[in-house]
T-cell receptor, first 117, second 110 residues
């Protein structure tokens, strides 16, 4: 099956610093990637849709200036949490779209756990 | 996308079949049924999807009723490693972001 990686797997940072998370599709090209966030004991919530070569589409309530998304190639999307605060501590998960013909499948990365002190 | 209803939790003995139900009574004709699972502290794992025919792969079988208003995911021989939250998601295709809901927490016991 299609493999998606994320780096780093976990990160601890000080409040006010920025953190970059990478999402890579290892064995396929992905025009579209998605970024989700998951707080403890909750389900995944979509943050934004990332399309290669164009601006990301953010969900309501997600600040685009705080969560910068760059999808510069067909195998890499990055999420930068700028000026992170403790309330940004969460599990960030990306997915990449594989396949075509109207029957695409999303494959997910292993997630990145962010702790902001 | 159509909403789905799943039991919040289920138990299954190791080696037995795990049958996870999902109701999606408002599903429309062009919507697929997708199943993912999430093992604790990991990203979701794709299991299987179908439109109206039953599907089987190396992980599981998906049985969709003729009226498509419900489906069942079958893990034929559950192992301890199958303990996870299982999500049934209905979507026109997986190209859209997935609405995960609360899923079913499956506990496989020795």
């Amino acid at each position: 099956g299609a493999v998606v990686s994320q780096h780093p797997s976990w990160v601890i940072c000080k409040s006010g610093t920025s953190v970059k998370i990478e999402c890579r599709s290892l064995d396929f090209q992905a025009t579209t990637m998605f970024w989700y966030r998951q707080f403890p004991k909750q389900s995944l919530m979509l943050m934004a849709t990332s399309n290669e070569g164009s601006k990301a589409t953010y969900e309501q309530g997600v600040e685009k200036d705080k969560f910068l998304i760059n999808h510069a190639s067909l195998t890499l999307s990055t999420l930068t949490v700028t000026s992170a605060h403790p309330e940004d501590s969460s599990f960030y998960i990306c997915s990449a779209l594989a396949g075509g013909g109207g029957e695409e499948t999303q494959y997910f990365g292993p997630g990145t756990r962010l702790l902001v002190l | 996308d159509a909403k789905t209803t799943q039991p919040p939790s289920m138990d299954c003995a190791e080696g037995r079949a795990a049958n996870l139900p999902c109701n999606h009574s408002t599903i429309s004709g062009n919507e697929y049924v997708y199943w993912y699972r999430q093992i604790h502290s990991q990203g979701p794992q794709y299991i299987i999807h179908g439109l109206k025919n039953n599907e089987t792969n190396e992980m599981a079988s998906l049985i969709i009723t003729e009226d498509r208003k419900s489906s069942t995911l079958i893990l034929p021989h559950a192992t301890l490693r199958d303990t996870a939250v299982y999500y049934c998601i209905v979507s026109t295709h997986s190209g859209y972001a997935l609405n995960f809901g609360k899923g079913t927490s499956l506990l496989v016991t020795p």
